[in-house]
């Protein structure tokens, strides 16, 4: 019985790589740098050199359309999901001890745990009154993109709070605000 179930949740997850990909696929190539700064003279820096140009934190701003934002969910979860994929196949592996398997099972946690975290920090901010909302976690690492039309320090510090209640803290957060 217990075969059946990973059949089926295997094929379930390689249906939903497949649609992703067509969706990816077929929509629009619009590329852009999420990365980018713009300073206040229009002229655009990568956020390294930002960082070496300026002496104080600031708030980074540029334009994001909705699109972007579901294009770059769907990349993360299109990623998230090969990689449960993988240590799926991996625990299906008969010549792994039992350590191995519960090693390979709590990564598969910590990844819903992360997806989940991300989702629950995105209703959160979107609460506050903020357009949109993107949350990228990487381990102690979080990346949130808000899309606002106003934005200021005390903005971002309410930000932090949240993510700090929500997870606890984290070493390196970054937000960036975009119009």
Known sequence: MLLKKQTVWLLTMLSLVVVLSVYYVTSDPKQSDMAAIEKTDGEK??????TQNDSKPKVSTSEASEEEFETIRLQLQDARSKEKEDLTARLASTDLSADEKNKLM????????????????EN??????YEDVLVQADGDK???IVKA??????A?????R???????SLQNV??????
């Open 149 to 154: 039309k106003e934005h200021d320090t005390k």
């Open 124 to 129: 959160l901010i979107k609460s506050k009154g």
């Open 174 to 179: 970054a937000i960036d605000f975009q119009q």
């Open 106 to 121: 709590d990564e598969m946690q910590q990844l819903t745990k992360t997806a989940r975290d991300e989702a629950v920090i």
């Open 156 to 160: 971002a510090n309410q930000i932090l």
């Open 162 to 168: 949240l993510v700090n209640e929500q997870v606890g």
């Open 142 to 144: 979080m990346k949130i």
């Open 45 to 50: 820096t990568t956020g390294k050199q930002a």
